[in-house]
């Protein structure tokens, strides 16, 4: 098979697209994937999209961030600091608590 693009989505994102297949027609890898999103996906896939679009364009996170953070939408500082952590880069509290603002809108 190949591989026409690539590009980072959302978990939401995922769970639309899995459920445009029927189940029966899902391989395996499939099935447990769409089980998976449609028990961890905390947003539409509207919603998680306009969430990324705006954490990149007003946090100056990179998209796959901004994925990260949309896929499982902290409600903390403390939260959000668990996985910027991991991105070895200093985020200032002002920013999270931005990107705490972006996350409770429309929520």
Not at 26 to 38: A, H, L, N
Not at 89 to 97: E, F, P, V
């Amino acid at each position: 098979m190949e591989t026409l693009k690539k590009e980072v989505i959302s978990l939401p994102e995922v769970k639309e697209i899995l459920e445009k297949v029927k189940t029966e027609e899902m391989d395996q890898i499939q099935r447990w994937t769409y089980d998976y999103v449609s028990k961890f996906a905390k947003a539409s896939s509207e919603h998680s999209r306009s969430i990324i679009d705006e954490l990149v364009k007003s946090c100056d996170l990179k998209e796959d961030e901004a994925v990260e953070i949309a896929n499982s939408m902290p409600t903390s500082v403390e939260e959000l600091r668990a996985f910027t952590f991991g991105w070895k880069k200093l985020i200032l509290t002002d920013t999270l608590n931005r990107i705490l603002d972006i996350l409770k809108k429309d929520n």
